[in-house]
């Protein structure tokens, strides 16, 4: 990770997702470079990138109904892509270390997501 997006990572969410997209991403690389078929593979990174870039627009978003939406889409995003490496991984496309790596990436981006979208809805009915 380069230093200038270190300084921008400033959240958990942020922090969480982000490492979500490069492992997803890393893997994604890899596996074209060994020319593995790429149907599946490229909805899982894509649902992955997806997640990742709807955490970006919460964080700019201007009102808390956008925050929650854009929190809503990741979360959508996220079980996306918890589908599709469900599927990778019960038809062999995945070694199991790297299905271990990136099914608890997931996870712990999930949690984070879902946590976030509670407090914002709890906030919303506060006001």
Same mark, same amino acid.
């Given at each position: 990770m380069g230093s200038t997006s270190? !300084?921008?990572?400033?959240?958990? %969410?942020?922090?969480?997702?982000?490492?979500?997209?490069?492992? !997803?991403?890393?893997?994604?690389? %890899?596996?074209a470079a060994l020319g593995a078929p790429g149907d599946i593979d490229d909805a899982f990174i894509q649902s992955c990138l997806s997640a990742g870039a709807r955490i970006e627009q919460a964080t700019g978003a201007s009102t808390r109904e956008e925050f929650l939406m854009q929190l809503r889409l990741a979360d959508s995003s996220i079980r996306d892509a918890k589908y599709w490496l469900r599927l990778l991984d019960d038809l062999d496309e995945i070694a199991p270390e790297d299905a271990t790596e990136l099914h608890d990436a997931a996870e712990e981006a999930h949690r984070i997501v879902l946590a976030c979208i509670r407090t914002?809805?709890?906030?919303?009915?506060?006001?």
């Open positions: 270190r !300084a921008t990572m400033d959240t958990p %969410l942020i922090q969480k997702t982000y490492a979500f997209a490069v492992v !997803a991403a890393r893997w994604g690389r %890899l596996r914002a809805k709890a906030k919303e009915h506060k006001i």
